[in-house]
């Protein structure tokens, strides 16, 4: 069964069920400053779970497209990648644990043919402020005593081992869910709740444990030797975070989600997801430029499967407008595109490869992500030029390199880190350059320096995404509203051209990416802010109504997001800032909310900076005073 027949069969299993098919967001959040990257299914409906109504229902289901960066380095295993679909279903405010661990069951048993006898769950095990979800417990196994199977419960399996168990108990580190995760980890106002995972059994057989660096441990469904895999999760999502420790959110709702590859895994037999059909056509293509097979030793298999996730990670965000670049978004695009070069080379391709398995990825998930059919050449395009990029890139390192080697005789772990930092020349090749010196780098000292730019980084990373509009304060929820008055305004003075490509919202400031082919003037921004205060200071009501996706357009409504809702024909939110029946209003925009009431409040408009964001894309930060 293939990737594609699966997510066909997962979303008109739900969609059977009442639920509104809603596509993939874009991997980069809207709106959302507390993450670079769209990293899980639930990301994009943190308003919803938090109790704003969503235009299709309280019953939906996707199939959302995500990126982990803090992956990058796990890539290799026959589990991890960083570019991943997620398929989710939720409910807001309407069934719950019943119908939701009955439903998935009968997804997985019926639908996908999945063994029950090689299906086990877990279940939270409770903490100081949260009660043992023995309520989900008792559902599994009456779920299981309808296929003849005796569910046992057990608690502390970690310790004690499986004893025969088929429901487990665990604690916040495994069975808590939120984006923050732990309980005493969260933010004050985060949603979270129990979640129930599933996990599918590949055997003993294969004998997995026994030769895992884990094997003298006891094994169990979320230990690490390999033999279980976990292939979806049940979130119930029910409280919030509080100075105090919990509440009840105003509904109970539930968050799905099962990685879609490794619920393929599950259906051929093989935990080795890049087995899966997805990744055939890109890796018959490694194996026919290496003539070497994949499997044939664990230095082909990591590098291949390293390029597999790279490039089609790159593909996607690429496709989503995110070019590789040195800063935020665009430097993990290009760290994913210089990596599958270097593993590439690891292999002896000398020759640029890149673009070839670019445009296998964009034919295989054409059909169902019709923006990379779309974006082809532009896709192509940056793959290429970064490919090129970072092959100067080598050969320049391979110089410094050498340079640094004749001064001192040896490469110490600072200099492979001012390599590394500087010239972009990777670790790994500092390493085997030196071997070839007959001397060894020190990988410790290295990752010393490592920690400590790393350490700076998050420094900065955390003051620059803290806050932003998933919290809702007034001060986030005032830039938002101006950031609509801002799109409007550069479109009035630019032209019908500009697009928004992005924005991020703190409480301080807000910025805000959109398309334009060159540096705006001191003149063009004068009159945006000019714009924009004036229609501040006429304390414009604000306002949303629901329509259409045609009603909106009609009514001439712009919207990052139009494409999510074409297909569906269902009401979408378009907030209004002026009245239409008073003399029109100054701005027409979907979006999701929240919003000031009048736009009197917002106080002074003031631009800080513009630049360049990408090609072809410019970027504006301002302030409200």
Not at 232 to 241: A, C, D, H, L, T
Not at 247 to 274: H, W, Y
Not at 379 to 387: D, F, N, T
Request: with cysteine; hydrophobic share 35%; glycine share 8%.
């Amino acid at each position: 069964m293939t990737i594609h027949e699966i997510r066909a069969k997962y979303l008109k299993f739900f969609k059977e069920r009442g639920h509104a098919i809603l596509p993939s967001a874009p991997l980069i959040p809207d709106n959302d400053p507390s993450t670079l990257f769209t990293g899980s299914g639930m990301q994009p409906m943190v308003p919803y779970l938090l109790g704003e109504t969503h235009p299709m229902g309280v019953r939906l289901a996707d199939s959302q497209k995500c990126f982990r960066s803090q992956d990058i380095e796990e890539v290799g295993d026959n589990r991890h990648t960083t570019f991943f679909e997620m398929l989710g279903n939720w409910s807001l405010g309407d069934y719950f644990k019943q119908e939701q661990l009955s439903w998935i069951f009968e997804f997985l048993t019926k639908e996908l043919n999945l063994d029950p006898h090689k299906l086990y769950v877990s279940v939270y095990r409770g903490n100081a402020f949260i009660d043992k979800d023995i309520e989900s417990a008792t559902i599994w196994k009456t779920i299981f005593s309808g296929v003849d199977i005796e569910a046992r419960d057990i608690d502390f399996s970690e310790r004690d081992g499986m004893q025969d168990g088929r429901i487990f108990y665990y604690n916040d580190s495994k069975n808590w869910w939120s984006r923050s995760g732990i309980p005493e980890k969260m933010p004050i106002g985060e949603p979270g709740g129990p979640d129930s995972e599933l996990f599918w059994d590949f055997g003993e057989d294969l004998g997995f444990h026994e030769v895992s660096q884990w094997k003298d441990q006891l094994c169990h469904v979320n230990c690490d030797c390999g033999r279980f895999l976990e292939i979806g999760n049940s979130v119930f999502m029910e409280y919030r975070k509080t100075e105090d420790g919990f509440e009840s959110l105003p509904q109970k709702n539930v968050d799905f989600g099962g990685g879609l590859m490794r619920l393929a895994a599950a259906v051929n037999g093989d935990p080795d997801i890049f087995t899966v059909d997805a990744y055939d056509p890109m890796r018959r293509m490694l194996e026919s430029r290496t003539t070497r097979a994949y499997g044939s030793s664990p230095e082909v298999t990591r590098s291949m499967r390293v390029i597999l996730d790279h490039l089609c990670a790159a593909t996607f965000l690429i496709g989503d407008d995110v070019f590789p670049s040195n800063k935020d978004q665009g430097y993990f695009v290009r760290r994913l595109i210089r990596r599958a070069v270097r593993f590439g080379k690891k292999l002896g391709i000398e020759e640029s490869f890149i673009g070839e398995i670019g445009s296998l990825y964009i034919s295989d998930y054409g059909e169902v992500y019709e923006d990379l059919v779309h974006k082809k050449e532009q896709i192509i395009a940056q793959l290429l030029l970064e490919e090129g990029k970072f092959s100067k890139t080598l050969k320049k390192g391979e110089i410094e390199f050498e340079k640094m080697f004749k001064t001192k005789g040896m490469i110490s772990g600072e200099d492979a880190f001012v390599l590394y930092s500087t010239y972009g020349f990777p670790i790994e090749l500092s390493e085997e350059m030196a071997q070839e010196h007959g001397q060894n780098v020190d990988k410790i000292v290295f990752q010393e320096e490592f920690k400590k730019h790393q350490d700076t980084s998050r420094a900065g990373s955390v003051q620059k995404f803290s806050g932003g509009l998933a919290d809702h304060s007034d001060a986030t929820v005032r830039l938002h509203t101006a950031t609509h008055m801002l799109h409007q305004a550069l479109r009035t003075v630019l032209g019908e051209h500009v697009e928004q490509k992005g924005s991020n919202i703190t409480p301080e400031r807000l910025r805000f990416d959109f398309s334009h082919p060159e540096k705006m003037t001191l003149e063009q921004m004068q009159a945006v802010e000019d714009l924009i205060n004036t229609n501040i200071q006429l304390d414009l009501s604000v306002h949303f109504e629901l329509l259409t996706l045609d009603q909106a357009k009609q009514r001439g409504a712009i919207g990052l997001f139009e494409d999510k809702y074409a297909q569906l024909g269902e009401q979408i939110k378009v907030y209004f800032i002026g009245d239409e029946a008073a003399g029109g209003s100054y701005s027409k925009e979907v979006c999701g909310g929240p919003h000031v009431e009048r736009t009197g409040i917002l106080g002074h408009f003031k631009i800080l900076k513009e630049e360049s964001a990408s090609s072809g894309v410019r970027r504006i930060k301002a302030k409200l005073d």
